[in-house]
Each structure stands twice: as structure tokens, then as C-alpha cells.
């Protein structure tokens, strides 16, 4: 599930390979279609790295995680060094995901109108729907709703805004309708602004309250480590 307490400095991002089966707009990551794996060697130096830093949570990502031939063992490897773990994930290989379940202790899915998506009771793991909020996808309060009343029974649901990496996001970015929902006020990982609606928490990229001197800390396929999406800057 999905918690907006932890500080940005109190998690990792596995980045376990760069290939995807999709082709987002808001795409933030740089190196994307690249066929490159994490090795399980880079992997064990990531987790060595992240106990040493004392970190809580990893989050495994891509590109696409579930395309690496490895995921399975990689998400062991994350389980046996005892952090939470977040995989974060298309859900275009259901099957992949399955194996994952109840080693995982979180998947983060990302909703692209998928005809078939998992509901909670049918998994160990926790279940998150992730949707994007802009000027394209629920632009208004109406269809916000009825997105909730159909799809809150698969899982917990979050929403974001878009955050600004392109041209494009910069354009679609901004939903004004938010700022007049009946909602509680929140922030998240100490420095975005954030919204509670309905039970369900919108984290707004959108507005960010006081800029963080300190990303969250990626471990790259080449076995980089930094605090920055591009692996070849800040390195540790």
C-alpha cells in the first residue's frame, strides 16, 4: 500500500532493466528501450548499499520489471534482505506477476485501460491501482468518481499528476478542478503537496512545496549508484 510518510531519503529505486512493452508520453525514464538486465551481482550490491544507507523500502522498477529473465529471483533477493518491497509494473505479464505474489509485498500497477487487472482477493500481496491525472484522463470531478466507484474493490487506489519531464507532461500537467475538492490536505514524503479524496490519496507532482536537496537513491542496471534517474550523475 501506499504511504506518503516515508522520506524520500528512507528508499531506493531498483532499476532492474530499461526494455518495455509500452511507449509512454510521461515516460520519466531516459534510458528507456535500451535491452539492458541488472545482474544478480549489481543487485546484491544494491542491497548491500541500501542497508548500509538504512533504508526501508526498495522499489523495484524499469522500464518494465517483469520482462527481466530474473524478476523472480531478484525479488527474493530483496525479501531475504528483509526491505519492504514495491514492484511497480504494467501488468502486461499477469503470469510473471503471480509467481510474485506473497514475495512481493506491494505491487504498484499502472492503469492503462487494461481489459484485465487483479483484484485483492485473489493475491497475498497488496494490490495498488496507479492512475495519472491530467487534461487527457480524468479531467473533471465526474469521471474522478466514477473511476473510484468502478475499480475500488480491486485494491487500494492512488493517483497522480503527471510529473514534468517533457514538453508534453508540461502541457497536460496541470488539473485545476483538484484544487476544489472536498478533500483533507496532505504532504507527502515531506515535500509534495498531497490530497486525500474519498479514502484514496492523490499525490500532486504538480505542487511541489519545498524542493528536496536529496532524491531517493537509484541503484542502475550497471551497477551505478546515485541520487539521480540519469546513473552517470551524483554518484556515491
Request: aromatic content about 12%.
Amino acid at each position: 500500500m501506499f504511504d506518503g510518510k516515508v522520506k524520500t531519503t528512507e528508499f531506493g529505486s531498483l532499476v532492474v532493466t530499461h526494455e518495455c512493452n509500452k511507449y509512454c508520453r510521461f515516460c520519466i525514464d531516459k534510458y528507456r528501450g535500451r535491452y539492458e538486465y541488472i545482474t544478480l551481482e549489481n543487485v546484491i550490491k544494491a542491497l548491500n548499499k541500501a542497508k548500509s544507507l538504512n533504508l526501508k523500502e526498495i522499489l523495484i522498477v524499469g522500464g518494465e520489471p517483469t520482462l527481466h529473465p530474473n524478476i523472480v529471483e531478484i525479488a527474493k533477493l530483496v525479501k531475504e534482505y528483509g526491505f519492504k518491497s514495491i514492484l511497480t509494473t504494467n501488468y502486461t505479464k499477469p503470469s510473471i506477476i503471480k509467481q510474485l505474489d506473497g514475495i512481493i509485498d506491494c505491487f504498484n500497477i499502472s492503469f492503462y485501460n487494461q481489459k484485465e487487472l487483479p483484484m485483492q482477493c485473489d493475491f497475498i500481496s497488496d494490490i495498488t491501482i496507479t492512475t495519472l491525472i491530467h487534461k487527457k484522463q480524468l479531467p473533471n470531478t465526474n469521471e474522478l468518481n466514477s473511476f473510484i466507484d468502478k475499480y475500488q474493490n480491486y485494491g487500494h487506489l492512488k493517483f497522480s499528476t503527471l510529473t514534468s519531464c517533457n514538453e508534453w507532461t508540461r502541457q497536460m500537467q496541470n488539473v485545476y478542478y483538484l484544487d476544489t475538492l472536498n478533500a483533507e490536505k496532505l504532504v507527502l514524503f515531506d515535500e509534495i503537496e498531497g490530497l486525500k479524496y474519498r479514502g484514496h490519496i492523490i499525490k500532486r507532482n504538480d505542487k511541489v512545496i519545498k524542493e528536496n536537496p536529496y532524491q531517493s537513491y537509484k541503484f542502475h542496471v550497471d551497477g551505478e549508484i546515485s541520487q539521480s534517474w540519469d546513473r552517470k550523475l551524483k554518484q556515491l
